[in-house]
């Protein structure tokens, strides 16, 4: 499977144009920078771990995607506090992040399944 098929990569492709789109005009470049990147590791860490070799390094791709969610999540709930990121689309992105969280979960054990059979 390609990863451009996995409904996990295309929302987390689509969270991070989102938050891109969101904070575009912020002049806040540190927490700007550090909340982009942590989007947009998700998408990339699922595609670089679909392009390995093997399920083990796709596991460890999968779960640096997973870690990205959470400390995306922390970055989402901290622009909340500071008025960043208003209350309804925090809520929105943290909702999207925890399912995305739940569908690398399951990519994770789907893989490590694969490799114990190899």
Known sequence: MKFEDLNAWKRAARLSADIYRAFQG????????????????????????????SMKEKSRFLSYAKGSCGELRTQIYIGMDIGYIGKTQGKQWLEESRELSRMLYALMQSARNQGSKD
């Open 26 to 53: 912020s002049r806040d470049y540190g927490f700007r920078d550090q909340i982009t990147r942590s989007s947009l590791s998700i998408a990339s860490n699922i595609a670089e771990g679909y392009e390995r070799d």
